[in-house]
């Protein structure tokens, strides 16, 4: 089993910059396996959206709101997925969940409340 654990997150002003890390723990998959690494964010009262995801490859994809602002990128070394959010709206509020796929298998981060207010 794998464990994600998130860190970074709070609260910041429009416009203001945050960055999340997620570290993946535990036994049974090597890094070759971490196909996908994703960010996905949950707002209240709405469905849980994909945010950003780097494959293996370090190919990157992000939802159209964020594309500009959000960066993800990925260290296999440390076994860790990063989001580094700029230029925050407050349209971005939202608990934060890193993802990840591998064979078979999806794991989720805890979850990190991002709240961008003034």
């Known amino acids: 089993q794998v464990q994600l654990d998130q860190s970074g997150g709070g609260l910041v002003h429009p416009g203001g910059s945050l960055a999340l890390s997620c570290a993946a723990s535990g036994s049974g998959f090597d890094t070759n396996q971490f196909n996908i690494m994703s960010w996905y964010r949950q707002a209240p009262g709405k469905e849980r959206e994909m945010v950003a995801t780097?494959?293996?490859?370090?190919?990157?994809t992000y939802a159209d709101s964020v594309r500009g602002r959000f960066t993800i990128s990925r260290d296999d070394i440390k076994k860790e997925v990063y989001l580094q959010m700029n230029n925050l709206e407050p349209e971005d509020t939202a608990v934060y969940f890193c993802?990840?796929?591998?064979?078979?298998?999806?794991?989720w981060g805890q979850g990190t409340q991002v709240t961008v207010s003034s």
């Open positions: 780097v494959s293996k490859f370090g190919i990157t």
């Open positions: 993802r990840l796929d591998v064979p078979e298998h999806t794991f």
